[in-house]
């Protein structure tokens, strides 16, 4: 076994085991982490006793809650070289994930949010379990859904990558497997279970088919997806062209979708509301590379100083006053070139992948 302070490599059988491994801190990802996790499927990519990666968070509370957005802030603010390093690196292993042609085994038990979604969505064999929470939270912090939201929230149903990417609405396993972000669901209690026949699985044959056949004996139900009850809510509010709309037709509504949509959206960067409704608008019509050399252009304009990020991460999450000072402070006041600034090419070039 190798171990690295935060992260646990191990080989067990055919299989590569990453474990994420500050419980104490919901398992949230720093540069050094994604540093090891990106050289171990480098490594295991071209092992050919590897046949399948399995990444889970350690600790009974969450897979991974996101990245130290602290940290790149505080970075940010001094125009330090780890403000753009770490999405540099983040965005890389997101399209290694991406690419990586071995099963990669995301077990999501506990919260999965942002930099975690990250670490997961892009993956090929994704379990959810009971104690699954998924969130992409980041407008709440001055920030897009980055770390691939470009890609995966345009091709969920209908409107509702734009509602969660909006509103940072929090899911749970059956409404990830309703929409495609999951692929099986499997009791927590199952897991040493499933881990235990993974490791000792035959894996002469193809090895996707194996993962499969080994959810598949451990796969219970999610049962039913709240998100299904308000998908024609989600369809009615925010299939509009603007955040202007989206916010009228949601006044309009006396219903309670509409007045918790309006909570959720209340207290949200204005400048990210509109950047992000024009970044799943673009990365739609874009393929993955694409969106990630955007969402780096993207990520180095949030990462200016005096930008929405960083008062959001000091109201949050320094000083946790949570009263955000955003500027501009209403969705009217943000102008369309202020909004083209995230999408525009930044000082330093583009990400090269």
């Not at 935060?6 to 085991?17: A, F």
Request: net charge negative.
């Amino acid at each position: 076994m190798e171990t690295a302070e935060e992260v646990v490599l191990s080989r067990r059988g055919g299989i590569g085991h990453i474990l994420l491994n500050r419980p104490k801190v919901l398992n949230a990802i720093n540069m050094g982490m994604v540093s090891t996790v990106a050289a171990a499927l480098a490594d295991w990519a071209f092992d050919s006793e590897i046949r399948a990666v399995v990444i889970e968070g350690a600790g009974d509370r969450a897979f991974c809650a996101g990245g130290d957005v602290v940290a790149v802030s505080l970075a940010g603010q001094k125009q330090e070289p780890l403000s753009h390093e770490f999405f540099q690196a983040e965005y890389r292993l997101n399209r290694a994930i991406h690419l990586f042609e071995k099963p990669y085994i995301a077990f999501l038990d506990g919260i999965t949010m942002g930099g975690g979604v990250g670490l997961s969505v892009h993956g090929n064999h994704r379990i959810v379990t009971e104690n699954t929470l998924f969130a992409m939270p980041e407008t709440g912090i001055g920030m897009f859904p980055d770390v691939g939201g470009s890609h995966f929230l345009p091709r969920c149903p209908g409107a509702v990558g734009l509602y969660l990417g909006l509103t940072g609405s929090r899911l749970k396993a059956a409404d990830l497997l309703s929409i495609g972000l999951a692929d099986v669901f499997i009791p927590a209690a199952s897991r040493d279970h499933f881990m235990t026949a993974l490791e000792a699985a035959n894996w002469g044959g193809d090895a996707h088919a194996v993962v499969a056949d080994v959810c598949a004996k451990f796969a219970g139900d999610a049962g039913p997806a709240p998100l299904d009850a308000i998908r024609a809510d989600i369809e009615r509010h925010f299939a509009k062209d603007s955040v202007e709309a989206i916010l009228d037709s949601l006044k309009a509504d006396d219903g309670a979708f509409a007045a918790e949509s309006l909570k959720f959206l209340t207290g949200k960067s204005p400048t990210l509301l509109k950047v992000t409704l024009e970044q799943l608008r673009r990365g739609g019509a874009q393929e993955f590379d694409a969106n990630m050399v955007m969402e780096y252009r993207m990520a180095r304009r949030a990462l200016k100083p005096g930008a929405d990020f960083h008062e959001g991460v000091r109201a949050l999450l320094i000083d946790k006053d949570k009263s955000p000072k955003w500027s501009p402070a209403t969705v009217s006041d943000v102008s369309e070139s202020l909004v083209a600034e995230y999408f525009a090419p930044q000082d330093g070039g583009d990400l090269v992948l």
